[in-house]
């Protein structure tokens, strides 16, 4: 049997792993996965030895108070799979995390694939010494990204990223108005304030403060807010309660997600990959974030690119508004989506942005990321 590590340790990276996972099988039925990973990873027959879970936590504030427990973690898996010498190693984005796994894994030995190339061509451009010292082939999500290794060691395969399969290309509007019973003369509003519990403390209120400024001036608006767990639903529960305003037009679902964007008018999204999900989907949206005062302040010294929304960063413009922090008020985001309420012709400009995107992206990701895979587990 051919073994395979991986470590995946969010939402996001759980999906990305299953999709090459179950492009793998369609290749070889002789590969065994193992390590860190997710419910989607352990459908296509991942052995998780840590859940992801363990791994999802963001900022630097917050990873200082559970970095005792990750480190140790972390080390156990390197002395089970430096023991174990599987075929590859691949780490699914998590490069705080992965990258220094990887390092050691890649000196030992054993090949490294990183999937999903870190973020240096946002920030952190001092990632890529390390980078090299630690990765043999990165599979990236974007297709500007292979141009920033070409000076280097690392080989870097432009594979697509797997939502662009997965979401349809058009989804119609009126027809997921009509299945959520949602009537034609409303305006819809989608509320995206974050999968984490970490993100809806800081991010809830704001967006609800938003939504009843929104109300006064639109009066027959609905607002859906997907949540993706009964954790994260109580949270903003009790944030429409302590902000009174749970007898608003708040239409609170579990998942479905690209349901909720597909039938409304506008989104409001924290930054994240939820910004790309509504992009492919094609609804205009706001980007809003805030996070621990530390974790901004560090961020602000390391130097980034002037958009933080994979949108933004794809188009390489503003084609959607971003709120960061402090610029982040209810009043700001409001301003912001009536904007594109009332303003039909810069919707369709956005849309057709999110259109071109969409087809770029859409690559069959999981079969494109497989070809570069099995070439380093030799034959079966």
């Known amino acids: 049997m051919t073994r395979i590590a991986m470590v995946a340790g969010e939402a996001s990276s759980d999906q990305l792993a299953a999709h090459l996972i179950a492009a793998l099988k369609t290749q070889r039925s002789d590969i065994s996965f193992y390590g860190i990973g997710g419910p ?12 992801a879970e363990k791994l999802s936590v963001r900022g630097y504030a917050e990873v200082l108070r559970h970095y005792r427990e990750i480190s140790g973690i972390r080390r156990q898996l390197l002395k089970r799979v430096l023991a174990d010498k599987p075929a590859a190693f691949i780490g699914v984005d998590g490069s705080d ?36 010292q630690s990765v043999d082939h990165l599979l990236a999500l974007f297709p500007f990204e292979p141009a920033l290794y070409a000076n280097t060691p690392v080989k870097c395969t432009f ?45 809830a209120e704001t967006f609800i403060e938003a939504a009843k400024l929104l109300l006064l ?42 349901e909720a964007i597909a039938a409304s008018d506008a989104v409001l999204v924290a930054s994240g990959t939820a910004t790309l ?20 302040r560090i961020m602000l010294g390391m130097g980034y690119l002037p958009w933080i929304g994979l949108p933004n960063i794809l188009a390489r413009r503003f084609v959607v508004p971003e709120f960061i922090q402090d610029d982040a008020t209810p ?50």
């Open 277 to 296: 999900e509504t992009a492919l989907v094609g609804r205009p949206m706001v980007i809003a974030y805030k996070m621990s005062p530390w974790t901004h």
């Open 159 to 203: 594979v697509g990223h797997p939502m662009a399969d997965v979401i349809a290309p058009e989804i119609k509007q009126a027809a997921v108005r009509e299945s959520l019973e949602i009537a034609a003369d409303k305006q819809v509003v989608a509320l995206l304030p974050g999968s984490r519990q970490s993100e809806l403390q800081y991010m």
């Open 217 to 258: 001036r639109f009066p027959k608006i609905q607002f859906l807010v997907p949540l993706i767990s009964r954790e994260t639903r109580l949270q903003f529960e009790i944030a429409l309660w302590q902000c009174k305003a749970d007898d608003l037009p708040f239409t609170l679902m579990f998942g479905h997600a690209t």
């Open 40 to 51: 989607k990873m352990e459908r296509e027959g991942f052995n998780a030895l840590w859940p």
């Open 97 to 132: 995390f992965n990258l220094w796994l990887e390092k050691k894994l890649k000196r030992a030995g054993i090949p490294v694939i990183h999937f999903v190339s870190p973020s240096i061509w946002a920030w952190r451009k001092n990632r890529l010494k390390k980078i090299v």
């Open 331 to 380: 009043e700001n985001l409001a301003q912001a989506l009536g904007n594109i309420l009332v303003d039909k012709p810069v919707r369709r400009a956005v849309e057709k942005v999110f259109a071109d995107i969409h087809v770029q992206l859409r690559q069959d990701t999981g079969q494109q990321a497989a070809k570069v895979v099995l070439p380093y587990l030799g034959t079966a």
